[in-house]
């Protein structure tokens, strides 16, 4: 009987040893491999949610002469861009609450990963069990402004007004979670300037918060 006892305790302890060291080796082997593939679906996912949520808001003021005005001479040249600094404030607070509110629906932004797409190979691709991964707000949605201007032809410009989006999220594994902040860039408005480009630029808020209207120089 003690001896049976004995053997019993003996193939626990090593059940016990063989799963230890499996999850010792997951953790260090499969959970890094893991957090860089849901890294990127994650950032994918929160993208797609950024653009869907800007393009809500600006179906309602969409076109270049609602965010900038352009002032001419005589003769029809730009003379200087003003922007509408109340009206872009409007546009960039309302996008970072609607992803807000999106991201604190976290049911509905889970996704699964087939284990067998952290190998990376194309054989395993797809397969094996799902690994559930959750996405929670790690913070506020933060926006900011940039003008960009680029040659577009023949004595033109193209000047385009784009809306930076840094959002921070947590990332939770089973095994792990981890912080990430994912940028995107969403084009809000563009429009084409015929003539040389203004040396003048006007906006009527802090530059360091909305817009900077002063193009690089080469």
Known sequence: MKRRLKRTGII??????????????????????????????VKEKISQLANECVLGVMSRSSEYSDLVTLTTDDDGHVTYL?????????????????????????????????LGSVLGSDLFSGAGPMVN???????????????EFAAAGINQTRHKIVL???TEVIIILPTASASVTVSTQIT??????????????????????????????D
Do not use: W
């Open 12 to 41: 626990i302890g090593a059940l016990i040893l063989v799963i230890a060291v499996i999850f010792f080796v997951v953790d260090r082997q499969v959970s890094p491999l893991l957090m860089n593939v849901a890294s990127a679906e």
């Open 82 to 114: 003003s922007a509408d600094s109340i009206r872009m404030n409007g546009i960039a607070y309302n996008a970072s609450l609607a992803i807000q509110e999106e991201l604190e629906k976290a049911d509905e932004h889970d996704i699964s990963i087939p």
């Open 133 to 147: 991964v959750r996405i929670q707000p790690a913070g506020n949605v933060s926006t900011q402004y940039k003008s």
């Open 164 to 166: 930076v989006i840094n």
């Open 188 to 217: 809000v408005s563009e429009t084409i300037i015929v003539g040389t480009v203004p040396n003048n630029y006007v906006n009527v808020d802090e530059t360091d918060k909305m817009l900077n209207l002063i193009p690089d120089g």
